[in-house]
């Protein structure tokens, strides 16, 4: 349990400035300058009695859906990568991100949702985001929402949110959790596949949430043969996942497969914690990919890769790189909006990306591949409380929502559009 003291001491040093939580209740659309995110969210999360909440950490028995649509300030009044969290509630639309609609929707609804919502799509595109460890549902949404309009991404936004207690203190809940999610995530993704008026699929995964990815990506390659040509594209980015393990998920994957682009970064401090607690074995989102064996594991494998460790943006941690680089939400969005692949020349976007970030070209492994954009940061700044509940939690003590009530049998999860 060391580490997870030495991440709760590193949360507490730097707080969460005192801003309001619950911010989800929908305001009043009092500037209509501001740009508008509209977004299908699917959840494995249990609904909130909680005003602004909707959603809390712990497990529902079925899936959820919800259309939220988010409003973001002008951009004179944050910087590029930045979330603008209210300081007060109600949030104020002038300066905020804000709410202006949070409508809970049945499994029929959501479908009608992304059939309307894709049809407008020239491309007939969907991105699939999945937010890592330690997320309220809250930080969830407003960070895709960020991503989606620092970008320009001209997908359609869908939003896979799985129970997180927020808290750095809840890894193993959180680690549990996705494992609860993972059937559900197959069963959206095979939902997708079906659905003819989606032409084509890519996938957004940060930290804890790559295990979660790739553990239904191999599902659904084990149950049909093989995966889908319209998912062309996988975005891992900082993954929590064992390496050794990650071989094995890609082999079961097959040979016909998504274009796989890993970013990494090797001095990211919370997978060198993570490191520590899974026997010391390396996670795939901190390797040196110009080492053996990964160089050529890589290479054998297609997989392309971006070392972003020269890169010095986000936290203390050096896990939020993506999140809050402008340069490269902005150079990777470009290509995106308009239409174009990365280059996989090992001189290319990736390079420059660097260059505007470090003045230093030092791109690992094949370059850049991925038709995507920047992740959640896991360990976000302001994700962190109530840490007094779950230490009782570790100590054995009562405190906080029991999630017995909430769980079900494995088939619970009928094969219908789910998280």
């Not at 001491?9 to 009043?28: D, E, F, H, Q, Y």
């Not at 959820?64 to 944050?78: C, H, L, M, N, Y």
């Not at 309009?149 to 809840?170: F, K, M």
């Amino acid at each position: 349990m060391r580490w997870i003291v030495i991440l709760a001491i590193a949360g507490m040093t730097t707080g969460c400035a005192g801003r309001p939580k619950n911010v989800l209740s929908p305001v009043a659309d009092t500037s209509p300058s501001s740009s508008k995110v509209e977004m299908l969210v699917t959840t494995t999360r249990s609904r909130s009695s909680v005003s602004g909440q909707m959603f809390s950490g712990e497990r529902g028995l079925t899936p959820s859906f919800a259309d939220v649509t988010v409003s973001i300030p002008p951009g004179k009044v944050r910087k590029v990568g930045e979330v603008a969290w209210p300081k007060k509630l109600p949030s104020n639309p002038l300066t905020d991100f804000a709410v202006l609609k949070a409508d809970a929707l049945t499994l029929d609804g959501a479908k009608s949702w992304l059939n309307a919502t894709v049809k407008k799509n020239p491309d007939r595109s969907v991105i699939v985001f999945i937010h890592g460890f330690n997320n309220r549902f809250e930080d969830a949404v407003y960070r895709f929402a960020q991503i989606m309009q620092d970008s320009g991404i001209p997908n359609t936004p869908l939003l896979v949110t799985w129970p997180s207690r927020g808290s750095l203190l809840a890894y193993g809940y959180d680690r549990e959790s996705t494992n609860y999610t993972r059937n559900a995530l197959e069963t959206l993704f095979q939902y997708l596949a079906r659905d003819p008026v989606v032409k084509d699929v890519s996938i957004l995964a940060h930290s804890m949430g790559n295990w979660l990815a790739l553990e239904s990506l191999r599902q659904m390659a084990i149950r049909n043969g093989r995966l889908p040509a319209k998912f062309k594209n996988v975005m891992l980015a900082d993954a929590d996942v064992d390496v050794d393990v990650f071989r094995s998920q890609i082999a079961d994957m097959g040979s016909d497969r998504p274009q796989f682009t890993l970013f990494v970064s090797r001095d990211d401090r919370a997978l060198a914690l993570s490191r520590r607690v899974w026997g010391d074995i390396p996670r795939i989102g901190s390797i040196d990919p110009e080492q053996s064996p990964y160089r050529e594991e890589l290479a054998a494998n297609k997989i392309r890769v971006i070392d972003l460790t020269k890169i010095k943006a986000g936290d203390s941690l050096h896990h939020s790189k993506f999140a809050e680089s402008p340069q490269i939400v902005q150079l990777i969005g470009a290509r995106i909006s308009q239409g174009q692949t990365l280059t996989d020349s090992r001189v290319g976007l990736g390079d420059k990306i660097l260059e505007a970030t470090t003045g230093t070209a030092a791109v690992a492994g094949g370059a850049a591949g991925l038709i995507l954009s920047a992740p959640i940061a896991v360990v976000d700044q302001d994700s962190r409380d109530n840490y007094a509940n779950h230490i009782a939690r570790l100590s054995g003590k009562s405190g906080g929502q029991t999630a017995a009530r909430n769980r079900c049998k494995p088939n619970a999860l009928q094969p219908t559009m789910c998280d």
